[in-house]
């Protein structure tokens, strides 16, 4: 089994900063890729940052504003979140994506972001 644990979720005021960290520990294998999803409420859950290798991608809104970073030796990534908008508000969730094309998900850590 794969375990990811996420932390760093909190309350912010606009154009403040949040550094979101996952852990992944387990029966990991060879990764494909490690990323962060967000859901807000009554929407679908996105894609906010992915990095496979040296490739990153982004989803549109958070283009320039955030950075996704990988610690390949402990397993970790993470999203560091500038310029937080309340748009920006939703449960933000680890992906890890092994070689087999295997998902695997966290369970959630929730970001808030006060006007």
């Known amino acids: 089994q794969v375990r990811l644990v996420e932390s760093g979720g909190g309350l912010v005021q606009a154009g403040g900063s949040l550094r979101l960290s996952c852990a992944a520990s387990g029966n990991i294998g060879s990764i494909n890729g490690m990323g962060w999803y967000r859901q807000a409420p009554g929407k679908q859950r996105e894609l906010v940052a992915i990095?496979?290798?040296?490739?990153?991608d982004y989803g549109d809104s958070v283009k320039g504003r955030f950075t996704i970073s990988r610690d390949n030796a402990k397993n970790m990534v993470f999203l560091q979140m500038n310029s937080l908008k309340p748009e920006d508000t939703a449960v933000y969730y680890c992906y890890l994506r092994r070689a087999t094309l295997t998902g695997y998900w966290g369970q959630g850590t929730q970001v808030t972001v006060s006007s």
């Open positions: 990095i496979s290798g040296t490739n990153t």
